[in-house]
């Protein structure tokens, strides 16, 4: 057996169990969580499937993906977090609003 | 040296493989957001460079290698940076951690009138 399957083989396994973890839940950031793994091993599979079919070109299709997944985890954290993707940074830590007077947004 | 170089693709390969099995299982199985958050790391880092590394081995052209070492570097900047936006993000909305009784964990966390309804 070639060992870029192999080692194919291990990282569905691991995307399957990331997907069982994103149905779950509970909360909506296991499921960002589940879903930032999950989009870390399709740039795993990407690159071993390029060296399995003897095509490394496929890194840059690989590339992109490390991008994009990146992009997408913190817009969408950002979004939950504040309810709105255009939040200016003089709210940022909504932790030391105080609690008193509606200080928030 | 063909030999030893596909015997190191082979060991690299088929730990990395297996580390992120078990940070996937970490996952899945550990009782809270923040020791889940731990078990994801794993695979971000130490399997993800492990698999890499054994593609690395078998690189044909310095051109390949480059590319499988940007990718390598880019996911250990933004792993641990989407890592700690996460928790950071969970912690503001109160997400609890498992085996600490909940008036504890109280301290100086915002109520939730300071935060934005969940969408």
Same mark, same amino acid.
């Given at each position: ?15 399957? =169990? /990331? ?14 969580? /589940? ?7 399709? =740039? ?41 993707? /255009? ?19 | 040296?063909?030999? @030893? ?5 082979? %060991? ?18 550990? #009782? ?6 731990? @078990? ?21 052209? #310095? ?8 990718? +390598?570097? %880019? ?9 700690? @936006?996460?928790?950071?993000?969970? +912690? ?8 600490? #009784? !909940? !008036? @504890?964990?109280?301290? !100086?966390? #915002?109520? !939730? ?7």
């Amino acid at each position: 057996m070639n060992m870029f399957a192999v080692a194919m083989l291990g990282i569905v396994v691991t995307m399957l =169990i /990331a997907l069982v973890r994103a149905v779950k839940g509970p909360t909506v950031f296991d499921r960002i969580l /589940a879903a930032n793994t999950f989009g870390t091993k399709t =740039i795993l599979l990407i690159a071993v499937a390029g060296f399995l079919t003897g095509r490394p070109d496929w890194l840059d299709l690989a590339l992109v993906y490390a991008l994009v997944n990146f992009g997408s985890t913190i817009a969408v954290l950002k979004f939950v977090r504040f309810g709105d993707l /255009a939040h200016g940074d003089e709210d940022e830590g909504a932790r030391s609003v105080p609690p008193a007077g509606g200080g928030a947004d | 040296m063909e030999l @030893a170089l596909d015997v190191a693709s082979w %060991f690299c390969l088929t730990v990395g493989a297996a580390l992120c099995v078990i940070g996937a299982i970490g996952t899945l199985r550990l #009782p809270d957001l923040y020791t889940r958050t731990h @078990a994801a790391s794993i695979t971000d880092t130490l399997g993800a460079g492990l698999v890499l590394l054994g593609c690395l081995l078998q690189a044909g052209t #310095p051109l390949v290698a480059v590319k499988l070492v940007m990718i +390598y570097a %880019f996911m250990l900047y933004t792993g641990p940076a989407a890592g700690h @936006a996460l928790v950071k993000a969970a +912690y503001a909305r109160g997400v609890l951690a498992a085996g600490i #009784p !909940e !008036e @504890a964990q109280e301290g !100086e966390r #915002p109520s !939730e009138s300071d935060l934005p309804e969940e969408p």
